[in-house]
Nanobody, 125 residues
Framework: QVQLVESGGGLAQAGDALRLSCAAS????????MGWFRQAPGKEREFVGA????????YYADSVKGRFTISRDNAKNTVDLQMSSLKPEDTAVYYC??????????????????WGQGTQVTVSS
């Protein structure tokens, strides 16, 4: 079992930066790829990015590539999402997720076994 708790969401203006953190419990954290999804009102959940178990491989959705960065600290059981150059269309609930695999490029929500409760990010223009 892996439990995930996100923090760091809030209000931002377009062009601002915001950092989300995810604290994980469970002994399998360091062997799992981790990721982030988001869901805007009235829209389906959208893949944001993923990071492999070693932290050396990252994969991003085209919509955030070059603006968002995922990192992890296996010693602390944390994974972060650094968001910069925020846009109003980044407004969503952001979810931390844990994959069943050590490395993945999957954008499919079904390939991620564990989900946090989500944290709201609102970007105003």
């Amino acid at each position: 079992q892996v439990q995930l708790v996100e923090s760091g969401g809030g209000l931002a203006q377009a062009g601002d930066a915001l950092r989300l953190s995810c604290a994980a419990s469970g002994r399998t954290f360091s062997s799992r790829a981790m990721g982030w999804f988001r869901q805007a009102p009235g829209k389906e959940r959208e893949f944001v990015g993923a990071i492999g178990w070693r932290g050396s491989n990252t994969y991003y959705a085209d919509s955030v590539k070059g603006r968002f960065t995922i990192s992890r600290d296996n010693a602390k059981n944390t994974v972060d999402l650094q968001m910069s150059s925020l846009k109003p269309e980044d407004t969503a609930v952001y979810y931390c997720v844990a994959s069943r695999y050590g490395s993945t490029t999957s954008k499919a929500a079904a390939d991620y076994d564990y989900w946090g409760q989500g944290t709201q990010v609102t970007v105003s223009s």
